[in-house]
């Protein structure tokens, strides 16, 4: 009947290589280097987990992404608030004229350019979406509407709070969609729409990295909360 010292040894005799005392004095050490290896996989998985929160998709660290944000509002809100202060310019350019302006060049320049935004605004008030279920606003009213809009909102975008700013951004990406459906209603070139769709892009833009990084915020915070099981190797 063979023997369990009989099973450790070649068909030749002697005893197999690699069993005995000696195989079984090195084996926790083998089981201690498995765990560590196995604790090091889940490590450096949780570590691309947690630069890559949303399956696969990379997301910036968290300066990179302050400081995209950062830099998207800033130009966006920069370029709102200029475009909103120059129509409120040119609706209260007759009046700046009556009080005496100097140059006579200087004073038809302005007056055409005032006749340049409210011929536009005219048209823009005929091609206005709620004109469908029966409201025309007044071109002169349109144009203080948008141009106060466009400067609160460029101004609440880059110094405003968290909260004004998610209400700023979606009011302008508003007004970028309706300012391109007045274009295409108006069959204007596509030269004529790419500044609006540049700022629609990019204020789409600015959406999804701020939902990137609450998002990021958010998985940092429950995975703090959630203890791992792999966070210490097995002994």
């Not at 409201?135 to 004004?164: F, I, R």
């Not at 204020?203 to 203890?227: E, G, I, N």
Request: charged share 15%.
């Amino acid at each position: 009947m063979p023997t369990f010292a009989s099973t450790l040894c070649w068909p030749g005799g002697g005893a197999a290589p690699g069993f005995g005392r000696w195989q079984f004095a090195r084996e926790p050490a083998g089981l201690a280097g498995t765990s560590q290896r196995v604790g090091a996989a889940f490590r450096r998985r949780r570590r691309r987990e947690e630069a890559s929160p949303r399956g696969g998709l990379w997301v910036p660290s968290g300066a990179a992404m302050a400081l995209v944000l950062a830099a998207l509002r800033v130009l966006l809100g920069g370029f709102f608030a200029l475009t909103g202060a120059a129509k409120l310019s040119q609706i209260s350019a007759p009046v700046s004229q009556q009080m005496g302006r100097v140059g006579e060049v200087e004073e038809k320049w302005e007056s055409r350019k005032s006749q340049l935004w409210k011929a536009l605004f005219v048209q823009f008030a005929e091609v206005f979406p709620l004109k469908l279920f029966g409201y025309q606003p007044d071109p002169v009213n349109y144009q203080t509407a948008v141009g106060w809009l466009e400067l609160l909102a460029g101004l609440l975008l880059v110094v405003g709070p968290p909260v004004l700013q998610d209400i700023s951004n979606f009011l302008l990406t508003l007004l970028m969609m309706v300012a391109i459906f007045t274009l295409v209603s108006l069959k204007e070139s596509l030269s004529t729409s790419i500044p609006a769709i540049v700022c629609l892009g990019l204020l789409l833009l600015l959406d999804v990295c701020q939902f990137l990084a609450q998002t990021k915020k958010m998985v940092r915070h429950s995975r703090k909360k959630t203890p791992s099981a792999f966070k210490e190797p097995w002994t």
